[in-house]
């Protein structure tokens, strides 16, 4: 067994999932910036997507993180024993939410709480049908994929969950596909990997109506645009339409792995009886992950961040238009610079790193569209510098090809 440096280890001992790594070696990271082992600061625009809000170490979260570890770290199975940080993050988020989402199921990430929403509508439900859309993306567990809607994700994993149906989104023929025997329709608000799309508010309230017709729930995957990145705390409130199932995770645990799900008593009953332990999980709701989450969301609302999220929209919007730029797209600090082609994409996030420091990327179902997702923190200045530089980096980019 060799033992290098840790550029070794990576190239040679760390399982790959692509053949063309960015390798960048992180030494340490704090508020937008990373720093790399060969003295490079490079300004962090996505977040490690979509997480950290707060900009990477906020010291609130780490001094929650220290305190609860020396306190304690895992004791038991979620929800046997009564463990401080666990309820105090739960009785906040459900302070924060709709009276009917007033419980929340603790996990480890995104495709857990995915997992866990759409086991508990089909156990609260009865049924196992689900509808869900072209281009939404909810993980890469088995139960996850089989909801996402990119063929080429699922077809090598084959066979996956049967009887899920997808429909394109804001396509009003769903009302159709959504009948008395379809457990949930579960789906982003705002599609993040589908290239940054947006509901229609219409099209969502038909679906919310449909559902509640028909005794479908509802699942909302706010995990990409929870935690304020769209300017309110979930994107669900810009629609003023409520979930049955709310998922979550990413910037929830300010750095930390941690997900949720948030239901009313009632459908989480569905996990209590026949048999009971329904659904369990060893790590989930762990307690320095819930003490850092805790800190998360204190600092989220107390120093009023999300009001952010419309000012960096409105920047954006501003400063990105001109030669080879299509659009932007998204709400808040959850956008997408739609470029004409996929050779210009690549050329402008990698010419923004080499040349800029800057850290840009895609969404995984979309090659033309370069993902913005700053820091809630960022300063007007620093946040206006590099809107330029990437406006600039483009027209360059478009000229020359
Ligand atoms: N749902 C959405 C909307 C996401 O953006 C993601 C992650 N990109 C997931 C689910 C999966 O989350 P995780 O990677 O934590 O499993």
Redesign the pocket.
């Given at each position: 067994m060799s033992q290098g440096s840790p550029r070794d280890g990576f190239f040679r001992h760390v399982a790959q999932t692509s053949d063309a790594p960015l390798g960048l070696e992180i030494t340490d990271a704090d508020g937008v910036f990373l720093r790399t082992r060969d003295g490079r600061e490079i300004i962090d625009f996505i977040s490690g997507?979509?997480v950290s809000s707060l900009g990477h170490g906020h010291p609130e979260v780490v001094r929650a993180v220290q305190e609860q570890a020396a306190r304690h770290m895992h004791v038991m199975v979620y929800g046997e024993f009564i463990q401080r940080p666990q309820s105090a993050l739960a009785a906040r988020l459900a302070s924060l939410l709709p009276d009917t989402l007033d419980r929340i199921y603790f996990v480890n990430?995104?495709?857990?709480?995915?997992e866990a929403a759409l086991k508990l509508a089909k156990k609260h439900t009865r049924r196992h049908r689900f509808v869900a859309f072209r281009n939404?993306?909810?993980?890469?567990?088995q139960g996850?994929l089989s909801v996402t809607g990119r063929d080429v994700y699922r077809t090598p994993y084959e066979p996956l969950l049967p009887d899920v149906t997808f429909c394109d989104f804001n396509d009003p023929a769903v009302k159709e596909l959504i009948t008395g025997d379809v457990a949930a329709v579960i789906l982003?608000p705002i599609?993040?990997?589908g290239g940054i799309i947006a509901s229609d508010p219409h099209w969502l309230a038909a679906v919310r109506k449909r559902c509640t017709e028909t005794g479908t729930l509802l699942i909302f995957?706010?995990?990409?645009?929870g935690f304020g990145r769209t300017g309110r705390l979930f994107a669900f409130e810009h629609y003023g339409i409520v979930p049955d199932i709310l998922?979550m995770?990413?910037a929830m645990g300010g750095g930390m792995?941690l997900?949720g799900l948030a239901s009313s008593s009632d459908i989480f009953r569905a996990f209590m009886f026949d048999p009971p332990l329904s659904h369990v999980t060893t790590f989930g709701g762990h307690p320095v992950s819930c003490a850092a989450a805790e800190a998360a969301l204190r600092v989220l609302m107390r120093d009023g961040l999300m009001e952010r999220a419309p000012e960096i929209e409105r920047k954006a919007r501003e400063i990105l238009c001109g030669k080879g730029i299509v659009e932007v797209r998204g709400r808040g600090a959850m956008l997408g610079l739609q470029l004409t082609d996929a050779e210009t994409t690549r050329k402008v996030v990698t010419h923004c790193l080499e040349k800029h420091g800057i850290l840009l990327g895609w969404t995984?179902h979309s090659n033309t569209l370069v993902r913005l997702a700053p820091p809630l923190i960022i300063d007007q200045t620093l946040l206006e510098q590099t809107l330029l530089t990437i406006r600039d980096a483009v027209s360059r980019v478009a000229e020359d090809l």
């Open positions: 997507i979509a990430s995104g495709t857990e709480a995915n939404g993306y909810h993980g890469d567990t996850s982003e599609q993040g990997e995957d706010e995990i990409q645009s998922t995770a990413k792995p997900g995984l």
